[in-house]
């Protein structure tokens, strides 16, 4: 644990032959300046002084590969036909997650509000699927993918994602979640919040210059 990180697995998986140690995970977040310290609006609507900005890893193909090789460690007993993310976030986790396992990667968008398959992918019944993201926080958008892939009949088998933010206590329907990194951050909700009591802006961080 440091500074309200705890790096590794957050369950009992019992991963093995793991490429990088917990050590070289975190100073991969450390030297891409992935996490954020300010006043952050969070897609679930609280707010936050910290921020764990993926992109600023995924932009790094190596990088990228390295921690999702990493997750797919996790997985990789669990006969995945597909790996599923939502966009934009998830979208190169589920790439790279997917080319470690050697099976097919799609992901879901927003089509007038509502979570759903487009460009021609598709899921077929019975199909087991793996549902990635970038970081989650009350995991909504991976609730929403769950409920697209249940919707076709394919089966949701896990959930990976690179930052767990609710540490380690968001839920789906009883399906595993694996994380590389969990933060036990405190988040406020946006009418009792301390930053915004002292005047400080808040911004979205997929904004940020």
Known sequence: ME????????????CNSKNLSQDEILQIFKDTGALLQGHFLLTSGKHSAQYMQCAQVLQYPIKAEALCKELAVK???FEI??????AVGGIVVAYEVGRALGVKAIFTERQNGEMTLRRGFELAPGEKVLVVEDVITTGGSVKEVIK?????GAIPVGVGVLVDRSGGKAEFEGLRLNSLIQMNIEVFEPDNCPLCAKGLPAEKPGSRK
């Open 3 to 14: 500074g309200g990180i705890q790096v590794g697995c957050n369950c009992d998986c019992n």
């Open 75 to 77: 997985f990789e007993n």
């Open 81 to 86: 036909d597909t790996v599923i993310a939502p």
């Open 148 to 152: 697209v892939v249940k919707e076709v």
